[in-house]
């Protein structure tokens, strides 16, 4: 199984990159395939992650 780490300051920057407010994360636990969809709402200076 091929493994990566992902910061959670990675993913801000391809969400600003490709313009994105909501990204999806693929990945398998324990070979089940699982989807993390994440949604960022700006606020101000505030930001929000939502599930």
Known sequence: MITTQTTLAE????????????INIDFDVDDVPVRLKIKLTARGYEAEWKE
């Open 11 to 22: 993913i801000f920057k391809i969400m600003t990159d490709s313009n994105a407010d909501t």
